[in-house]
Nanobody
Framework: QVQLVESGGGLVQAGGSLRLSCAASGRTFSRYNMGWFRQAPGKEREFVAVISQSGGSTSYGVSVKGRFTISRDNAKNTVYLQMNSLKPEDTAVYYC????????????????WGQGTQVTVSS
């Protein structure tokens, strides 16, 4: 199993940037596909980005493509989400997720989740 802890959320003005981090436990971090999802009040959990075990493949949700970048540093057991050109509609709790066998944009595919970190973008 793996434990995930997100950090880096906060309050930022529209047009600004934030970098979220997700620190994972264990020595087998590179075996996991890692995803970012977000959930706004009254909304279902939404796919943001996913990166493969090797880091060689990435995919993004349509609402963030071109603005967000997912990356990973296996030496630090950490996955990142660089968020640029933030909009008020990006306001949500952002969750890190991990799965050893699936590379997916569906939240039901992931077995492990962090507790989430709040991102608030003001207009």
């Amino acid at each position: 199993q793996v434990q995930l802890v997100e950090s880096g959320g906060g309050l930022v003005q529209a047009g600004g940037s934030l970098r979220l981090s997700c620190a994972a436990s264990g020595r087998t971090f590179s075996r996991y596909n890692m995803g970012w999802f977000r959930q706004a009040p009254g909304k279902e959990r939404e796919f943001v980005a996913v990166i493969s075990q090797s880091g060689g493949s990435t995919s993004y949700g349509v609402s963030v493509k071109g603005r967000f970048t997912i990356s990973r540093d296996n030496a630090k057991n950490t996955v990142y989400l660089q968020m640029n050109s933030l909009k008020p509609e990006d306001t949500a709790v952002y969750y890190c997720a991990a799965d050893p066998s699936r590379y997916s944009g569906s939240p039901v595919a992931y077995n492990y989740w962090g507790q989430g970190t709040q991102v608030t973008v003001s207009s």
